[in-house]
């Protein structure tokens, strides 16, 4: 179990996921069932929400770089998510809101 937790994203599952059968298809299925929602939960609810306050950068921007980074660029686009949407937010407060205020 703790090789195949080595694999991002759906390593937890599947070792969770076959162990289970060990026991019965039923188990598996709702240890299978059990696994999807624990990953939906902490990916998009509490590690952007963590992330966020660590980084600064509102929930919303969070998920919305947590979704848009793989979708665009893959397993880079997913690991630099949050840093380019961490930079882009620091840009337009110290350059774009200024401007506003001086004109």
């Known amino acids: 179990m703790a090789l195949l937790d080595l694999i991002p994203v759906v390593g937890s599952t599947v070792a969770g996921v076959v ?16 696994f999807v929602v624990y990953r939906l939960v902490e990916d998009y609810l509490l590690v952007s929400k963590i992330i966020g306050r660590v980084v600064k950068v ?12 793989p979708a665009l660029l893959g397993i880079i686009g997913a690991l630099v998510a949050i840093p380019v949407a961490a930079a ?16």
């Open 19 to 34: 162990v289970a059968l060990t026991v019965s298809p039923l188990v598996a299925l709702g240890t299978a069932g059990f």
């Open 58 to 69: 509102p929930a919303l921007l969070t998920v919305l770089a947590v979704l848009l980074g």
């Open 88 to 103: 882009l937010l620091l840009l337009i407060q110290d350059i774009v809101y200024p401007r506003l205020d001086h004109t």
